[in-house]
């Protein structure tokens, strides 16, 4: 399990620093390392150093230690915990094959320890899991890291340190269920794993089957996962605390495979939908974070499971189905599944958190539209609410927690487009706007009075170009953080 600790000297015979320019001059930027700054400068500089954020560039100093020069781009009189976050991320990922670092990154505040500490951690991530022959060939992450830093006997940095090890650890088993082959990770298989680490952190579990699901009329859930051999799950985990300030519900999307159904995707970039239960994987692990740090702060976590296939079971265009709480809906395009099962456990999370006293949120995690992907790009995702002074806490947190969400609109004009001549809705409307309209649709299910959040993370969710920052190729873990930040903000504002 990988260690963080901190000291007010480098104590690791690998030493990371910043490189930044002045104008179009380098200069290291570092703390607490005595390292011979003129002499590497000279060097850095022969060999075309730029100093850009995530270049990192190793070179050995007379002391014998290795030296990590990682990119902070233009130097600034504070660098943002973002920055520091992903060039530690960075430098942690070129040190593959290592045990052990220091990272002597320049900081002023406690917050800029703590994204240090994520980032090095962060990026200190392999999937070796499913590795046969050439196993023995990858090298392993850093297991240790200490952060260099005049704040280390502070109570504050201790405790920041401790919630960057939990932060990394959740992050990790995120990014391990997106990597997982759809062939090993199953709606039941998540289950049991998931029910298996619940105990570990003190949270509740309660599985629903499909003959349960059949039973209790979730026509979603039940309705994608039909066509499987592999039965649907609803996962519902509870973690209460005595006194608890606030009520939340988080909603996952946990399609553990995605081949459109009977609208069938193209066989180019099919692999990627394995990642299709990011969003379950969020939820699960925030509530799981959320739970170690013993947040005030009650969580409902929900993760309707199902894989979406193709067979003679399958449900059809123009079929029509009921969500849990009545609601009829057209099936226009089976591939337009997600939305089917995050509503049957939208209803059922409301209908739970009412019983309790009511909720202070509900939010939904998704990799729902390739439309997102279209409107934000890979690295940014969306935030629809019906309620703008919740999104507000929200991208706050999300700004502290370093990932990137972008408010969007739900125009009221679409909604038109998602009704059905023969039943309540359709699954699909206009095409134009789709991430918009896919919200529209969810917002169907949402109690107008019960402040709401739609998360979608299409993009963002699985990185299938190169490595960045701490963002590994597969599995990136999105949205995680930025719970954990929501949870920890209304337990400190309450």
């Known amino acids: ?127 070796t899991e499913f590795r046969g022959s050439s196993k023995g060939a990858q090298k392993n992450p850093l297991s240790s890291i200490t952060v260099v830093t005049r704040f280390a006997n502070t109570a504050q940095a201790k405790s920041a340190i401790k ?30 794993r998931t029910k298996k680490l619940a105990s570990k952190y003190g949270v509740k579990v309660e599985i629903l089957n499909d003959a349960a699901l059949r039973k209790g009329g979730y026509g979603g859930i039940i309705g994608v996962g039909q066509g499987s051999a592999n039965p649907p799950r609803l996962l519902h985990l509870t973690y209460s605390p005595t006194k608890a300030k606030k009520r939340f519900a988080f909603v996952g999307k946990g399609i553990t495979f995605d081949t459109g159904g009977l609208a069938l995707k193209p066989a180019n970039g099919m692999e990627a939908m394995k990642a299709d239960m990011s969003g379950a994987a969020a939820v699960v692990a925030a509530i799981f974070a959320i739970a170690q740090l013993k947040l005030p702060v009650a969580i409902d ?23 849990y709480g009545g609601k009829t809906v057209e099936v226009l395009n089976p591939d337009a599944e997600g939305r089917l099962v995050l509503a049957d456990a939208l209803v059922k999370a409301a ?6 006293g009511g909720l202070d949120g509900i939010i939904d995690v998704a990799t729902l539209t390739g439309a997102q992907v279209v409107a934000l790009g890979s690295r940014t995702s969306a935030v629809m609410t019906n309620d703008e002074n919740f999104s507000g806490q929200f991208l706050t947190a999300a700004n502290i927690a370093g990932e990137s969400f972008w408010p969007m609109p739900l125009p009221v004009e679409l909604r038109a487009s998602l009704d059905s001549p023969i039943a309540d809705l359709a699954n699909i409307g206009d095409r134009m706007g789709g991430m918009l309209v896919a919200g529209l649709f969810l917002k169907e299910f949402i109690d107008p009075q019960t402040p709401w959040l739609h ?40």
């Open 351 to 356: 209908e739970v958190g009412k019983k309790s």
């Open 163 to 192: 919630r960057a090890e939990i932060i990394a650890e959740q992050t990790f088993l995120v990014r391990d269920l997106i990597n997982t082959p759809p062939s090993s990770l199953t709606p039941d298989s998540f289950c049991l």
């Open 1 to 127: 399990m990988l260690k963080i600790k901190l000291t007010e000297r480098a104590d690791s015979e690998i030493l990371v620093v910043g490189l930044g320019l002045v104008g179009k001059k380098l200069q290291i930027e570092s703390t607490g390392a005595q390292i011979d700054t003129a002499a590497l400068l000279t060097t850095l500089t022969s060999m075309g150093a730029s100093g850009e954020v995530d270049e990192v560039i190793k070179l050995p100093s007379k002391s014998n230690k290795l030296i990590v020069f990682t990119g902070l781009g233009k130097i600034e009189s504070n660098f943002s915990p973002e920055l520091l976050r992903r060039a530690a991320g960075a430098a942690a990922r070129h040190l593959l094959g290592n045990d052990s670092a220091s990272f002597a990154l320049p900081h002023k505040s406690v917050a800029e320890i703590a994204a240090i500490a994520e980032g090095a951690a962060l990026g200190s991530y392999a999937f």
């Open 455 to 494: 998360l979608d993370i299409a993009g963002p969710a699985f990185n299938e170009k190169i490595a960045h920052g701490y963002t590994p190729v597969g599995g990136t873990g999105i949205a995680l953080r930025s719970l954990l930040c929501l949870a920890e903000l209304a337990s400190s504002q309450a």
């Open 301 to 323: 976590a929900w993760a309707p499971l199902a894989e979406n296939m193709v067979s003679d079971t399958a449900t059809r265009p123009s079929d029509v189905i009921t969500i």
